[in-house]
């Protein structure tokens, strides 16, 4: 088997994007409401409903969430976390992430493949435009656009996404990598990415690197389970 590298990223919100007010302007209660107490009782559940999407929704994009957790797993036998609580520290997590990452793929380097899951659709578009946000020189690493257009073949020269190899890139498919490592016959994971805000919130470092450096594991084991199919691309 090839030497890889699979890693993960955790994102949350920046607080840039959570400032802004609960637009109660906005959100109004049913027309059939007319007790105060109904509704200041509903008014408390849409605020949390609200705070709830805006938490998942902005998390999610790189205009509006950033990477508080970075992990490499070195096929299986040893890993390396790197996170940023303070926003500030985001930038270096890059730097250092990359730096590691760009050891890849050369004569003499230390690993062959970068490994993700779903790392085209979200963990490379995520780091690329926090890179440029924080305006990160664009290194080697980085896959290139072919790489995302249609008709190029799935894999580029060091970059594999697992879910790509499991799915066929049949588009439509379905199936978190929690789902496939479970089919591989791997442990249920007991923590899930919804916690990570809390986990920053709380300052609890060493919950967000667990969890992050768990789904870098289960993607390295998941692609030496489907290994044969890659290799036989």
Not at 65 to 75: D, H, M
Request: glycine share 6%; net charge negative.
């Amino acid at each position: 088997m090839r030497r890889y590298c699979a890693w993960d990223i955790e994102t949350a919100p920046t607080a840039e994007a959570l400032a802004e007010p609960y637009p109660e302007d906005k959100r109004l209660p049913p027309s059939n409401y007319s007790k105060p107490e109904t509704i200041s009782e509903w008014r408390r559940k849409d605020r949390e409903s609200w705070e709830t999407d805006r938490i998942k929704e902005f998390s999610f994009s790189p205009r509006t969430g950033r990477i508080v957790a970075l992990s490499l797993n070195f096929k299986g036998e040893e890993h390396l976390d790197l996170s940023a609580l303070d926003a500030k520290d985001e930038k270096q997590l890059i730097i250092d992430a990359l730096t590691i990452m760009s050891d890849t793929g050369r004569p003499g380097a230390r690993n062959d493949l970068l490994v993700g899951f779903n790392s085209r659709n979200f963990d490379w578009p995520f780091l690329m435009l926090r890179m440029c946000y924080h305006r990160i020189d664009h290194l080697a690493v980085c896959p290139d656009r072919q790489w995302w257009q249609a008709g190029h073949n799935r894999y580029s020269l060091i970059n594999v996404d697992v879910r790509d190899i499991v799915t066929f890139n049949q588009p439509g498919q379905k199936g978190t990598l929690s789902d496939w490592a479970a089919w591989a016959g791997q442990a249920v994971k007991d923590t899930a990415g919804s916690q990570v805000y809390q986990w920053v919130q709380e300052g609890n470092v060493d919950a967000i690197t667990t969890h992050c450096r768990g789904d870098a594991q289960r993607t390295g084991a998941l692609f030496e389970r489907v290994y044969p199919l890659y290799a036989g691309a």
